[in-house]
C-alpha cells in the first residue's frame, strides 16, 4: 500500500484515497517491520498476534468470476497469450502442482456474512482492443475509468456490464504512463463510478512496466538501479514486463475477489486506506520469504525461476494470506 500527493481537484483527491489499494512487488529499502519482529525468522510477513485482518460485512464474488479484458495500446499477440492462459489457470485443477489452481485455493477460503465461499471458477470473458490510445498514452486515475466506460458503451461489440460476477482489467502497454506507476504504483483495483462509467464494477488496472521501471514492477526479473549487485532471475516465458504484470494481476485479481467494494476484507480500521490479503504478503513469493527476500523458488532446465504451473506455462506469483492459517501461503510452501 502506498500514498500517494494530493491532487489538484477534490473529485480526483477521493479516487486517490478510495483506489488507494495499490501495490508494487519491490519492497522498499525500508526496514520491514515484521522482519524485526520475527528476527531470524523469516517465514511469515505476519502472525495472527500482529495482523488483524477482519471481514466488515461486505460482498465478496461468490459467483462465477468472468474477467473482461481491456488490451489499452500496442499489444503483441504472444504477450496476450501469457496473460490470458495465466488467468485461464486459475480454474485449471488439473495442472501440475504447485499450480496456479492451488494458490487460488486460498482466495476461495474467503467468505460472505451468509458463509458462502468465494468462486472456484475464474474464466475469461470478452476483450476490448484500444489500439489507437482513445484517452492518449498519459492516463489519470479517473481517465481509467473513462476508458472503460468506452469499452462497456462502445457501438460495436461493448463489454457486457455484470456487476454480480463481471471482472474489468485494464492492461496498458509499456508507452502508456499511468497516474502513480512507477513512483507510487504497478497497479491498484476499485469500483467505477456510476456518475462516470453508468455502473459500479468491480475493476483493476495494471500496466506493463518493461520500457518505465522494470526493476520495480517486474522484480526480481529486473532489478533496481541503485541495487548493481543483484542479478536479475530469467523469467520463465521470455517477457519481462508482462511477467511483472502477471503476479500485479493475480494480486489485484485476489483483492477484487475478496474485497470487490472495498467493504469486506481487510485489515486496518480506515476504509479508504484498506491492507488486503496480497498486501499483506507484498513480496513474498516461496518458503522463508519476507523483507527484500523472494523466498524458496524453482528452477527449471533451461534456468527459469517460477513457482507454480499454469496449464502449459510456469508463472512466478506472490503468495496470499490465509485468515485460516493466519500467514502468507502458496502452493510451492515446503511444509504443506
Not at 504451473?309 to 510456469?314: A, D, M, S, Y
Request: net charge neutral.
Amino acid at each position: 500500500m502506498r500514498r500517494s500527493p494530493v491532487l489538484l481537484s477534490l473529485l480526483t483527491l477521493l479516487t486517490l484515497l478510495l483506489s488507494a489499494v495499490s501495490w508494487r512487488p519491490w519492497p522498499h529499502l525500508r526496514a520491514n517491520t515484521t522482519d524485526l519482529a520475527f528476527g531470524d525468522n523469516k517465514k511469515f510477513e505476519g502472525s495472527s498476534e500482529f495482523v488483524h485482518l477482519k471481514y466488515h460485512m461486505g460482498p465478496v464474488l461468490t459467483a462465477d468470476i468472468t474477467v473482461h479484458t481491456i488490451w489499452y495500446g500496442t499489444w503483441q499477440h504472444r504477450q496476450k497469450k501469457i496473460i490470458r492462459e495465466f488467468i485461464n489457470s486459475i480454474s485449471a485443477a488439473d495442472s501440475k502442482p504447485p499450480s496456479v489452481a492451488g494458490w487460488w485455493k486460498t482466495v476461495q477460503l474467503y467468505t460472505d456474512q451468509t458463509g458462502h465461499n468465494i468462486s472456484r471458477s475464474v474464466k475469461l470473458g470478452a476483450e476490448k482492443n484500444d489500439r489507437f490510445y482513445s484517452h492518449g498514452k498519459a492516463l489519470t486515475r479517473l481517465s481509467i475509468q473513462s476508458v472503460i466506460k468506452s469499452a462497456v458503451s462502445a457501438t460495436t461489440r461493448p463489454l457486457p456490464t455484470n456487476p454480480q460476477g463481471g471482472l474489468y482489467l485494464l492492461l496498458t502497454s509499456d508507452d502508456v504512463t499511468v497516474q502513480d506507476f512507477c513512483g507510487q504504483v504497478c497497479g491498484f483495483h476499485y469500483f467505477t463510478f456510476p456518475s462516470i462509467v453508468g455502473y459500479t464494477l468491480p475493476y483493476a488496472w495494471v500496466g506493463n512496466s518493461a520500457k518505465q521501471c522494470p526493476g520495480i514492477c517486474a522484480y526480481p526479473f529486473a532489478v533496481p538501479e541503485y541495487m548493481p549487485g543483484l542479478k536479475p532471475l530469467k523469467s520463465p516465458n521470455g517477457d519481462v514486463g508482462v511477467e511483472g504484470m502477471i503476479s500485479v494481476i493475480a494480486h489485484e485479481i485476489a483483492e477484487l475477489a475478496s474485497n470487490p467494494l472495498v467493504n469486506a476484507w481487510y485489515a486496518g480500521q480506515d476504509p479508504t486506506a484498506p491492507v488486503e490479503i496480497a498486501d499483506l504478503c507484498e513480496g513474498i513469493y516461496g518458503t522463508g520469504g519476507g523483507g527484500s527476500y523472494t523466498g524458496q523458488l524453482m528452477v527449471d532446465r533451461d534456468g527459469a525461476t517460477y513457482n507454480m504451473n499454469g496449464i502449459r506455462r510456469r508463472f512466478l506469483v506472490q503468495w496470499v494470506w490465509s485468515h485460516v492459517l493466519s500467514y502468507c501461503t502458496g502452493p510451492n510452501a515446503l511444509d504443506q
